[in-house]
């Protein structure tokens, strides 16, 4: 009905215009001809039809106007019907954003920085309450005094526990023999002064390297006493060390300073996804790896835990420090309770740690490969090649920065547990099945994130060595009108700009680290061979 309202409006509006152009063009004629205004009036006859049409085409407007109307009252009763209608886009983002970039770093927020944010408020780098209305509620701030405070205490009953314990026995000494076979002596008779012959069940338990392992007065409250643990400082205390100063300069940089050189960076990389490299496809991937990046760290604290699992299964609880056996066995269950607790918070801090720097590792390589791959093309200039390298340069120095020095930190930890896991591994002649699981699995768990940081700062600066390399093309092979003073500038620059990723302040190179890799194998095979480790009955 609408179309066909509209339609004949449309006529009405043209034969209108019609008339109008008749009644004008005789008036004027009426005019040059010298005629009276009264003969000029009568001799007009288009505007009694042009009275006619505006009677109709007020008519028809009021049609339309009830139409319209009509309509809207329809729409309102389909809305507030029982059946909803709700129009998304195609991918299911409810946002009023058409822009690929924003929709892309909306969906990595929500699927990378959002859980990543979890885990730094449960290891208290951030603060509670941060993104609600009121942040500065008293329950807010007692809370983000009282947490931080339990996590520090918990922090370092774990350091206490772990060398009171002996824990993951770590002695290459002691903890590589055989679990020693207790030999009881018999029962000593002893003459009382008053001349009576009795014997007292006193009796004292050997083993078979002569040291005292039992002295008790009965057989039924006898305790198997370990040695006391050896080389604290450097098995314990330094490692321990290390991390505290890994998790107070966290603290700063993250809770204090508020710290959003993340965030930031995902920025940068997401924008220059030019269309030429699909600008959709890349970022989910990017997203992709970011969160498999997230369920990888997730996955190695419980790998962490279930190392304790297996170090409590294979020596069980009874198996502690002398000071750790007295206590009873409800509390020494309750203490590993405890302690369990705090391992999860300190392989947590490690986790933050690790992710970071490799996530930042990560987005600068996808930065680096789309410049790169822009100037392969040719279909960026030169003087803004230029600054996207400068920038690539300031963010590598944000990654060399206190980030780099945390993370430097933790690997030293994993390396000497690394090491000291493969050197039991070496030596370990005790041929029980669970003592060889736990002492295999032991050095994996810890050198999986040894290699994964140092892995990519290698790719990193791998990829951003393709920079010289491209420059050394221009410069022979031309770059669009680009003059030779331009290209010779552009080498210049690119040799003269050192983009490189650094561990304990040292560039890590793809090179480095296979040629440590083959030197040290060689090594073990060669000490093994001339069986200086290890038994020479054993398969090595």
Request: net charge neutral; with cysteine; glycine share 4%.
């Amino acid at each position: 009905m609408s179309s066909k309202s509209e339609s004949e409006l449309e006529d009405l509006q043209s034969k209108s215009m019609e008339l109008q152009d008749n009644s004008s063009s005789d008036s004027f004629s009426n005019i040059k001809n010298g005629a009276p205004s009264h003969v000029m009036m009568a001799s007009s006859p288009a505007e009694s039809d042009m009275s006619e049409l505006n009677v109709r085409k007020d008519s028809y407007v009021e049609l339309l106007r009830g139409h319209e109307n009509q309509t809207l009252s329809s729409v309102t009763d389909s809305t507030s019907s029982a059946v909803r209608v709700t129009i998304n886009d195609c991918d299911g983002w409810q946002t009023t954003s058409v822009t690929l970039t924003t929709t892309a770093l909306r969906r990595c927020k929500q699927q990378v920085l959002k859980p990543y944010s979890w885990l730094l408020t449960f290891i208290s780098w951030k603060a509670f309450g941060r993104e609600s209305i009121s942040p500065n509620k008293c329950g807010w701030q007692f809370l983000n005094v009282f947490y931080p405070a339990c996590i520090v205490a918990l922090l370092w009953y774990t350091y206490v526990y772990e060398v009171i314990a002996c824990q993951w026995k770590l002695n290459v000494r002691t903890d590589t023999q055989k679990t020693p076979e207790i030999v009881v002596g018999p029962a000593m008779p002893i003459f009382p002064s008053n001349g009576t012959n009795t014997t007292v069940a006193t009796f004292t338990a050997i083993s078979e390297n002569g040291n005292i392992m039992i002295n008790a007065n009965n057989r039924t409250d006898y305790t198997i006493l370990t040695p006391a643990c050896e080389h604290i400082v450097t098995t314990y205390v330094i490692p321990n060390l290390l991390h505290f100063v890994a998790f107070v300069m966290g603290y700063f940089y993250f809770r204090v300073q508020e710290n959003e050189q993340l965030y930031a960076l995902m920025e940068k990389v997401f924008l220059q996804a030019t269309p030429m490299l699909g600008r959709v496809t890349p970022q989910a991937q990017m997203i992709k790896k970011l969160r498999i990046f997230l369920a990888f760290g997730a996955l190695w604290v419980v790998l962490t835990l279930g190392l304790q699992v297996l170090f409590l299964t294979v020596f069980g609880i009874n198996r502690q420090n002398t000071t750790l056996a007295h206590t009873g066995l409800p509390w020494q269950w309750a203490l590993f309770g405890i302690e369990m607790l705090g391992i999860m918070v300190l392989n947590s801090v490690n986790c933050a740690v690790i992710v970071n720097y490799a996530t930042q590792c990560e987005m600068l390589i996808f930065y680096v490969k789309g410049i790169t791959t822009r100037l392969q093309e040719k279909s960026v200039d030169l003087k803004a090649a230029m600054k996207d390298i400068l920038t690539v340069r300031h963010s590598i120095g944000s990654l060399n920065g206190p980030m780099a020095q945390m993370t430097s930190l933790a690997v030293v930890r994993f390396s000497e547990l690394t090491v000291i896991g493969v050197s039991i591994l070496i030596l370990n002649e005790d041929n029980e099945a669970k003592i060889w699981v736990y002492r295999s699995v032991f050095p994996m768990v810890w050198a999986i994130m040894v290699v994964f940081p140092l892995v990519q700062a290698a790719r990193m600066n791998t990829v951003c060595s393709k920079f010289k390399q491209i420059a050394l093309e221009t410069r022979i092979f031309g770059y669009q009108n680009s003059s030779q003073l331009e290209l010779d500038s552009f080498l210049v620059f690119v040799g003269h700009t050192r983009l490189r990723a650094k561990l304990f302040h040292i560039p890590v190179r793809a090179s480095y680290l296979i040629g440590f890799l083959v030197l040290t194998l060689f090594i073990l095979l060669l000490l093994f061979q001339t069986s200086s480790i290890g038994p020479a009955s054993q398969i090595f």
